[in-house]
């Protein structure tokens, strides 16, 4: 009876590593990786993703800073108060929540750089106008 027994749990165990096994072996060569989801993404999608990449990442240090500020509290944690997430917001409020602020910053910053870039295109192309006056030989007469 002892034998019997003995070899019922070695089944059990390999009939239960073999699932485990062939589990950890499907989700090894059938997940996708992270370069692979973006490239099967629609163009569309893939300039979505790009856009919002960055207010997802403003998003997390938004949270981390909060979750460090209430860690430095002397107040214990039920006393801190929840922490909203910066996209949350309530349905009676209007839309001028942190996340359009952060989006219309976005866009500003991005018109600034391009504001700037033309200003320095602008700059130098006037430089280059005032050497070809300077080098022009009509200025002797």
Do not use: C
Not at 12 to 41: E, M, N, R, W
Not at 58 to 80: F, G, H, V
Not at 89 to 113: G, M, Y
């Amino acid at each position: 009876m002892q034998r019997s027994v003995l070899m019922r749990w070695m089944k059990v165990y390999a009939y239960g590593g073999a699932v485990i096994a062939t589990g950890v072996l499907l989700f090894k060569y059938t997940t996708p990786t992270d370069q692979q989801l973006l490239d099967s993404f629609s163009p569309e999608n893939r300039a979505l993703y790009e856009k919002n990449k960055k207010l997802r990442h403003l998003e997390q240090q938004e949270l981390i800073d909060m979750a460090r500020t209430s860690t430095q509290r002397n107040d214990p944690i039920w006393k801190t108060g929840a922490i909203p997430s910066p996209l949350e917001r309530n349905r009676n409020e209007p839309l001028n929540n942190d996340v359009f602020n952060i989006q219309a910053r976005l866009e500003t910053e991005n018109q600034q750089k391009i504001i700037k870039n033309a200003k320095d295109e602008l700059q130098q192309i006037r430089k280059l106008e005032e050497q070809k006056n300077n080098n022009s030989w009509w200025k002797f007469w």
